[in-house]
């Protein structure tokens, strides 16, 4: 809206006719030009498409494709919720060696911590995450993993109610995430880890917070999670006859 008013404004003095405005003048044609360039950015078309020869990307910082050369991994995460509000999800690059991607590296892998780049915001985009991920699979291969549908695939989580009087949303979130990816590509020693420390808070109670997730849903999932962390350290062990 700001860049509309400002060539609104700045039309509006200069359609109005006044002796001896010259900084007024320039004022105004200093608004329009700057709204204009605004609106300009603005409605800029993005375009993020997905081929056989790599990443097409248009948006603000980056317009060029981006061959599948250029791409040590890619990776569909999505931020921790903010309470209790999920995030949208982000598709992250990890650029390989000698071929910086031109953004900065603010995100990780989920699996490995290297240092990644966002290249999309999915909440961008009218194309759900599924869809995004079966065209990346299709043509990224190998380099491609959806974070994801792996912990979804490890331990799936029903959205949990938000009421008054509940558990503390970070926490629980921090919690669950920790374990499902423990269970998705984690060992025995990240398995144990993230029960242990599942069953020291629900030992020592969550937070409660004035609005929050509902006890009863968590406690049911919690303890689940726990159970499934426990029963998949079998699966590290080779059976002998």
Request: aromatic share 4%.
């Amino acid at each position: 809206m700001l860049p509309v008013v400002c060539v609104l404004g700045g039309v509006a003095l200069l359609v109005v006719p006044r002796e001896g405005a010259l900084l007024r003048n320039l004022v105004a044609v200093g608004a329009v030009a700057l709204g204009g360039l605004a609106l300009l950015g603005a409605f800029r078309p993005f375009r993020f498409g997905i081929g056989p020869e790599g990443l097409t990307v248009r948006r603000p910082g980056l317009r060029r494709m981006i061959r599948w050369a250029e791409i040590d991994a890619l990776v569909l995460d999505e931020p921790p919720p903010v309470e209790g509000t999920p995030a949208s999800p982000r598709l992250l690059a990890v650029p390989a060696p000698g071929h910086p991607l031109g953004l900065p590296g603010t995100a990780r892998h989920p699996l490995d911590g290297r240092a990644a780049v966002e290249l999309l915001d999915l909440g961008q985009v009218r194309e759900k995450p599924e869809e995004v991920s079966a065209a990346l699979t299709r043509y990224a291969g190998g380099r491609f993993t959806d974070a994801l549908a792996c912990r979804r695939a490890a331990f799936a989580v029903e959205e949990f109610t938000i009421g008054l009087r509940g558990y503390r949303t970070d926490q629980v979130d921090e919690l669950v995430r920790r374990g499902q990816e423990a269970l998705a590509w984690g060992g025995e020693p990240e398995r144990e880890s993230a029960r242990a420390k599942i069953e020291r808070v629900r030992a020592g109670g969550l937070t409660i917070a004035m609005r929050g997730y509902s006890t009863f849903q968590v406690d049911e999932a919690l303890l689940a999670l726990s159970t499934a962390l426990a029963g998949n350290r079998s699966t590290d062990r080779e059976t002998t006859s």
